[in-house]
């Protein structure tokens, strides 16, 4: 991973997409305008931050990864395995698509997935040209979003998982995920003890979702996954997290792009 900063914005990328030329960035907090319990890069419109606020902010991010700042296509995510597909950016009076994944192969769209302890996943298929985001809570995770959204690369563009990059960003860790019987059913549903997705220590049980989605796509045939191991609760000041902040807080972005439509 590598962190980049510019204009008081700070991102992290990854090896393999930086290596491959592909824009993309899991944004930090920080720099944004918003003020608090969403201070201040906060990209939703839905945690009851102002729309200028989440506009200029979206704006800052264009600036920074040098794309236009009408280019994004976001959806209303809703903890499920749908995935849509981005034939052009969403324009600001366009409603939402309920989906938790987007992918696209069209140059001037710039997917935007946000945040806030869920499991950002992006891809990138440098043989077809394809790009996708995917949001993985603990329900679009056992519901298989991320192999939902591979399958949706092959479906659409010929994409073979071999070749498909993957990268899993900030999100809550195993240690500060305390769950209940219902997600412990879910995640076991799919995963056995050897796996190590359901962790019980002291009477408590946790589970890791980072390892959950890359056990999902290393079934699903990907060979190049990429882990940031960046804890959104423990780094609370560099990330937003709804259960270190009592849900009462904004949403980071995960970006990426084939470019611009020159």
């Not at 500060?176 to 799919?190: D, I, K, Q, R, S």
Request: proline share 3%; hydrophobic share 40%.
């Amino acid at each position: 991973m590598a962190i980049h900063k510019k204009n008081s914005l700070t991102w992290y990328s990854a090896d393999s997409l930086e290596t491959a030329g592909v824009k993309h960035g899991f944004f930090m907090r920080r720099g944004g305008c918003s003020p608090q319990p969403w201070a201040s890069l906060n990209l939703a419109t839905s945690v009851g931050d102002s729309r200028e606020n989440v506009i200029e902010n979206r704006n800052r991010i264009a600036d920074a990864l040098g794309i236009a700042c009408d280019s994004y296509y976001d959806v209303w995510q809703v903890h499920s395995a749908a995935v849509v597909q981005a034939q052009r950016p969403r324009r600001l009076d366009e409603k939402h698509v309920q989906a938790d994944a987007i992918i696209t192969d069209k140059k001037g769209v710039s997917i935007l997935m946000l945040f806030a302890d869920c499991v950002p996943m992006l891809f990138y298929d440098p043989i077809k040209q394809v790009v996708a985001g995917a949001h993985g809570g603990w329900q679009g995770t056992f519901k298989g979003v991320a192999v939902e959204t591979v399958k949706a690369m092959q479906t659409s563009y010929g994409s073979e998982p071999g070749d498909i990059l993957a990268v899993i960003g900030p999100s809550i860790c195993a240690q500060h995920y305390e769950v209940g019987p219902e997600v412990v059913l879910a995640a076991e549903t799919h995963f056995d003890s050897e796996d190590n997705v359901v962790l019980k220590k002291d009477g408590r049980t946790y589970v890791d979702l980072q390892l959950a989605n890359q056990l999902f796509l290393e079934r699903a045939g990907l060979r190049h996954i990429e882990q940031t191991r960046i804890c959104t609760f423990a780094n609370n000041e560099d990330w937003y997290s709804h259960r270190g902040e009592n849900g009462k807080t904004g949403r980071f972005g995960a970006v990426i792009t084939l470019g611009r439509d020159d």
